[in-house]
């Protein structure tokens, strides 16, 4: 809460309501060696070309982000 000058009722900053029936999720993001390890094996599993190493990396972030 804030207080002002001349206020005599504080004034209050806005905060969403917290849902009791909902517990928080945590969210763990993939560590850069996980997402390289899947990224590795889908680039061998492709034929190991050279051109899709960032495709590869980005299917496995997003593999690893939405487990």
């Not at 001349?6 to 917290?18: D, N, V």
């Not at 993001?29 to 051109?51: F, H, P």
């Amino acid at each position: 809460m804030f207080y002002t000058a001349g206020r005599t009722t504080p004034l209050r900053t806005h905060r969403p309501a917290a849902r009791a029936e909902e517990p928080m999720k945590v969210r763990r993001g993939a560590t850069q060696e996980e997402i390289a390890r899947l990224a590795y094996s889908y680039w061998i599993a492709g034929g190991r070309r050279s051109d899709t190493s960032l495709s590869d990396w980005l299917r496995a972030e997003r593999a690893l982000n939405d487990r």
